[in-house]
């Protein structure tokens, strides 16, 4: 027993020190990063501010060298500041640095607690709690230079390289999450754009997973500080009210930017090493499964197995990353979000958040509500909602009545009118859809299709070829006589056409005459939109269309496609995201045939019409010039 807690203490001691040897070497990197940069600043000083910053050196120096001069840690902390030269910033910074840097360790959780809890006879607490005090203002200008406008991009990137280090050092070496959290306060509590600072930020620092979960949870407790705010300023007056919904919209935007650049954890496999800002992350859940490797007694060998390289449990990290993202996303997504950032969202809510979510269901009331606005929202919207439908069981009973209203002819002029329509073509795609659903949508389409462009007409073919394949019951719709059995239909349904106030319909008693169409293409219910009494005289018209690729293609529509083994569905694709340029391109590079040329069999005509066509005019050129006034 002694011999095997021998062995854990060792490895225990040489997996330490691997990760502090790494932290020196990141530290030593980071230090001649900032030095270079600092040499690239104090290459632009003058006369003037080349003294100051060889008395700033100096004052670092001696800060460094004896403790008998901590008193320039003041002096040093008034360079600090945006309005400071960008030379005399870094300099003092790098000095405040490596003097916090031996000292973090050692200082009290809060000056405030320190002093009040201490003896005032102590001089080496009150000494500490006076350091204490001089890195809280430290922070404090730090913070303030990071989001000031006047400071320089550079001076920028190193304040948030300190402050950063500081957060990997200033809890004991842990996560010093509560100076994160001021961090990104600071940044999208701003009124400063913040993009390089935010870029920089992702670039950096989001690869480490400890720095993403204690994002998802600041991001999480700021979303829920401005929606009690949004609400409680409802009573504002009209000024401030527009400089409040301005500065939401800007907080916003620059949450969405943090949570859009954040990888997703994803399927780590059990033996990849996750990188870590600092250590100690979720040391706690750690030591708990530690406790019970030894209590459970077969599952050990499985449970170390599950232990990443850098001794955190991956089964834990995985589930309480999966848990941070989700409340992060929904409290973000509970916000007013501005109209460019709702449609983006909408764009990638599938892909980049559906995902990764612990319970995907919880987005239905903000799709729903989304796909309820109409228009391009929904459009949108449609993405999230079907793989909710398809993937998750939501049960939505309205869908495809507000699917029916979105096929209306601007949509085939939309920016992302391609994914609606293969998303469309995959919502019918069921066979167990009843055949008045498949008939309406078929017959809307039909009707679509003599007022949109060229390449809304192709789709719009590609889609009734599908349907007509996969439901063979509306084939009817595509030739139909009026015969006695229609007749017979109608009189049956002039008794149950009643409308939604008790009346008759209007249209009834023109049921039986030829060339009615009884398809209702105002109303939004599929159910009661008569598509199956009607027919699709309107592709019928397409042959006879002036764009020659929309003529030959309805001819696929002639080859009876009910019988599936010898036709094929068309891909949607191909024909979703097509213009007049591409309809222009494809019908260049086609090769014809036949070429249509004059044939000239007796003689070459003389002019363009012949008099016995026009008696009386004549149509040759006399030769004459007559003259030009001029006025």
Known sequence: ??????????????????????????????????KAKTAAAAATTTGDERSQLD???????????????????????????????????????????????????????????????SAASDPDVIYRTWLRSKFDDLVKSLLHIAVSPLSDELVREIVLDTLMEFVQLGNGEKFYSALYHKLIQAIICSSLEAEFLLEVLASKYFKYVDVRYFTFITVEKLCKTLESNNSSGDKAGIKDKDDSKASLECSIKKIHFILSHIPPLGNVAENDAIEMWSKGFLSKEGDQQEDAKHTEGKNKQKKREKITKNDVPLGSVSKKMKLKF????????????????????????????????????????????????????SVMALSGLFILMTKYGLEYPNFYEKLYALLIPSIFMAKHRAKFFELLDSCLKSPLLPAYLAAAFTKKLSRLSLAVPPSGALVIIALIHNLLRRHPSINCLVHREIGEETNKDDT????????????????????????????????????????????????????????????????????????????????????????????????????????????????????????????????????????????
């Open 1 to 34: 027993m002694a011999h095997k807690k021998t062995k854990t203490t060792a490895a225990t001691t040489t997996t330490t020190t691997g990760i502090q040897k790494k932290r020196d070497k990141r530290s030593i990197s980071n230090l001649k990063t900032k």
């Open 492 to 631: 049956k349904t002039k008794q149950e056409s009643v409308s939604s106030d008790g009346n008759a319909g209007v249209g009834s008693d023109v049921a039986s005459e030829k060339g009615v169409d009884l398809f209702n293409n105002e109303e939004r219910d599929p159910l009661r939109s008569k598509a199956m009494r009607s027919s699709l005289w309107e592709i019928d018209t397409l042959r006879h269309h002036y764009c020659p690729p929309v003529s030959r293609f309805v001819l696929s529509l002639e080859n009876d496609l009910t019988v599936r083994a010898k036709t094929a569905e068309v891909m949607i694709d191909d024909f979703s995201s097509g213009s007049y340029a591409t309809i222009f391109r494809e019908e260049m590079r086609r090769r014809v045939k036949k070429v249509p040329l004059a044939d000239y069999a007796k003689a070459t005509p003389t002019s363009l019409f012949s008099e016995s066509e026009f008696p009386g005019w004549s149509f040759k050129y006399d030769g004459t010039n007559e003259e030009v006034k001029t006025f």
């Open 55 to 117: 008395h700033v050196q100096q004052l670092g120096q001696q800060l460094l060298s004896s403790k008998a001069h901590t008193n320039n840690l003041h002096l040093l902390l008034t360079y600090i500041s945006p309005s400071s030269p960008p030379s005399l910033v870094v300099e003092s910074l790098l000095s405040l640095q490596s003097f916090f840097h031996l000292h973090i360790s050692t200082l009290p959780a809060s000056s405030n607690g320190a002093a009040a809890n």
């Open 326 to 377: 989700t409340k992060a996303w929904m409290s973000f997504l509970r916000l007013p979000l501005p109209l460019d950032v709702y449609k983006e969202v909408l764009v990638n809510l599938h892909l980049e958040v559906i995902p990764y979510l612990s319970n995907p269901v919880m987005l239905c009331d903000f799709l729903t509500r989304s796909y309820d606005i109409g228009g391009v929202v």
